[in-house]
């Protein structure tokens, strides 16, 4: 088995997609373990992942850094998150959530991916969280957002204008259904598309995620400040 290196921290063996595990021997989602020369991996499942997703459909660009910051809206339990701490190694991942009833799963994982920083806040008030962003500068490397909200964009661009360093970058996750289940999921990435680009950010890839998710788009976002 040959492991190919897709980004820093990613790698591709076969069909399937990998990260070497922060926490040997640990699981997060009941995900597949493999070890190869001693060293284990995690099957990254893009089907439990929209990051995961966007990857196996041709996701071309990596923005999370060794050492970097992020912040993370909507970390749910941390199924993401702990596969970006992975390949980051170092760092912070601020997982912002605004649901209690997750924030003991995401408390466990952080415990051994300890780049998480679990934050019970709603991401519609940046405000919540500012004491903690302040603690590395007040500005982070990447937002990633994969909030079910109908203002999601909002909160994004809301996010961005608080927290993200000029020249940063996103990952936007858009669930068309929840902002408008009436609307040709394709009219909804559409309009979105052009509220982030009347923002400030350029759009550098548009990435369906399809058949992981239905109706679902990854925007890989600069934000220009």
């Given amino acids: 088995m040959k492991l190919e290196r897709i980004f820093p921290g990613v790698w591709r063996l076969e069909d399937k997609i990998l990260t070497k595990s922060l926490a040997p021997g640990k699981k997060v989602y009941g995900e597949k373990v493999i070890k190869i020369d001693g060293v284990e991996y995690r099957v990254w499942n893009p089907y439990r992942s929209k990051l995961g997703a966007a990857i196996k459909n041709g996701l071309k660009h990596w923005f999370f850094r060794r050492d970097g910051t992020v912040l993370y809206l909507g970390v749910a339990e941390g199924t993401t998150a702990s596969h970006i701490a992975d390949a980051m190694e170092e760092g912070v991942i601020f997982g912002v959530d605004v649901a209690p009833r997750v924030m003991p799963k995401l408390l466990k994982v952080s415990e051994d991916w300890n780049l998480i920083l679990p ?28 909030v079910a909200h109908p203002d999601q964009t909002k909160i994004l661009i809301k996010n961005a204008e608080e927290y993200l360093k000029p020249g940063g970058h996103a990952y ?47 925007f890989v976002l600069r934000w220009k400040g």
């Fill in 119 to 146: 934050i019970l806040a709603d991401a519609n008030k940046p405000e919540e969280y500012r004491e903690y962003i302040e603690a590395v500068g007040g500005k982070v490397d990447v937002i990633y957002e994969d």
């Fill in 172 to 218: 936007y996750a858009v669930k068309a259904r929840s902002i408008d289940v009436t609307k040709d999921p394709k009219v909804v990435f559409k309009e979105e598309k052009k509220k982030l680009e009347d923002a400030g950010f350029e759009v550098l890839q548009e990435i369906d995620l399809e058949p992981y998710e239905k109706d679902h788009v990854m």
